[in-house]
């Protein structure tokens, strides 16, 4: 069973970047058909899937934050980060990382998420 676990701050000025990382365990990130996503939840609003990188190194992003999102990975960690750049007031939100085993983008899809991290963006 793998196990996900977010790090990260939980307050991030406004204009700046929110960096988030993700810690996994029970398998590498690397297994062949895995795909590791950024899944937000603004409050009162449905998840919203931000991004995910694939087993492969391949990144995917949605086309709503694509220009302001960046997921990388280290593998010698077994970690994936998520920067999000420019962030406003709206970026405020409960913030997770999951897995699939297959490419998925909504995110009741996801089969194996971390417990989650609250972000606000405030001055």
């Known amino acids: 069973q793998v196990q996900l676990q977010e790090s990260g701050p939980g307050l991030v000025k406004p204009s700046q970047t929110l960096s988030l990382t993700c810690t996994v365990s029970?398998?590498?990130?690397?297994?062949?058909?895995?795909?590791w996503a950024w899944i937000r939840q603004p409050p009162g609003k449905e998840l919203e899937w931000m991004g995910a990188?694939?087993?492969?190194?391949?990144?995917y992003y949605s086309p709503s934050l694509k220009s302001r999102t960046s997921i990388s990975r280290d593998t010698s960690k077994n970690q994936f980060t998520l920067q999000l750049r420019s962030v406003t007031p709206e970026d405020t939100a409960v913030y997770y990382c999951?897995?699939?085993?297959?490419?998925?983008?909504?995110?009741?899809?996801?089969?194996?998420w971390g417990q989650g991290t609250q972000v606000t963006v405030s001055s």
């Open positions: 999951a897995r699939d085993a297959e490419w998925a983008t909504m995110p009741e899809d996801y089969d194996d």
């Open positions: 029970g398998g590498p990130i690397t297994t062949n058909s895995d795909y």
């Open positions: 990188i694939a087993y492969s190194g391949s990144t």
